[in-house]
C-alpha cells in the first residue's frame, strides 16, 4: 500500500517474480474497508500516505483485531516512528529505497509469524538470552531505545554523555547480533522489554 504508483508497481512486480500473489492499494482507507474480507496475508504500507498515514492504518487494523503482519516503509525513517509501529506490532520498518533481499526478509519474516507459532516462542526465548548478555547499562540504553529517546535524551536521562550513549549503543547491538535499529528494537520487542509503555 503506497500512494506513489511507481513503488506500488515495482514493489508489486519484484514479489509476484519471487511467486507471491499481491494486491495493492492507494490509500490505507481503500485497504481498511476491503481488509476484513482479505485472506490473512503480509501487508507492506508506506508511513507516509495521504488522508491517513500508516500508523494510524495500523492502530485501526489492532482496534479491529485484524492483525495482519506489517512491513512499514518509509522514506523519512525516524526513531519515534520505528518503535510505535514495531510496538503496535509492526515486523519491521524499512527505509526507501531498500534493497531486494532487505525485502525479501522481511516478507519471510512475515510468513513465519503465521506458519509457525512455536517459532515465535523459540526467538522470545533467543531474544532473552540475547538481553541477559547486556550490561545494566546497556539494557538501560535499549530501554531508552525502546521509548524513542535520541542519544541525547537518553544521556540526559541516565546522567552520562552522547558519546557514551553511542559506545554502549554500539555495544549492545553486536551484543544482539542486530545492524539496525528495527532489528535491534525486534529482539527487545521479543525479549518483554518495552512492553509495558503506552503507544
Known amino acids: 500500500m503506497d500512494d506513489e504508483d511507481s513503488v506500488r508497481a ?15 492499494w492507494q490509500r490505507g482507507t481503500h485497504f481498511l474497508a476491503a481488509a476484513a474480507n482479505e485472506p490473512l496475508g503480509c501487508v507492506i504500507m508506506d508511513l507516509r500516505m495521504p488522508e ?17 503482519p506489517i512491513i512499514m516503509l518509509t522514506g523519512h525513517g525516524d526513531i519515534a516512528s520505528t518503535v510505535t509501529a514495531m510496538k ?9 529505497p531498500f534493497e531486494r533481499e532487505t525485502l ?10 503465521f506458519q509457525d507459532t512455536g517459532a515465535r516462542r523459540q526467538r522470545a526465548v533467543r531474544a532473552g538470552a540475547m538481553v541477559e548478555k547486556l550490561t ?4 538501560d540504553v535499549l530501554s531508552g531505545l525502546t521509548m ?18 553511542e559506545i554502549h549503543r554500539a555495544n549492545l547491538m553486536s551484543k544482539l547480533e542486530t545492524r539496525s535499529l528495527s532489528d535491534a528494537l525486534r529482539v527487545a520487542f521479543a525479549a518483554g522489554i518495552g512492553r509495558q509503555l503506552d503507544c
Open 104 to 113: 525479501l526478509r522481511a516478507v519471510e519474516n512475515c510468513w513465519m509469524l
Open 148 to 165: 524513542g529517546l535520541p542519544n541525547k535524551h537518553i544521556a540526559l536521562q541516565l546522567g552520562i554523555s552522547p558519546r557514551t550513549v
Open 52 to 68: 491517513m498515514d500508516g500508523i494510524e492504518v495500523q492502530r485501526r487494523l489492532n482496534e479491529a483485531e485484524l492483525y495482519f
Open 88 to 96: 503496535m506490532g509492526a515486523v519491521d520498518f524499512l527505509v526507501k
Open 10 to 24: 515495482a514493489t508489486a512486480f519484484l514479489l509476484e517474480l519471487e511467486g507471491y500473489t499481491v494486491r495493492t
Open 136 to 139: 545494566p547499562r546497556e539494557r
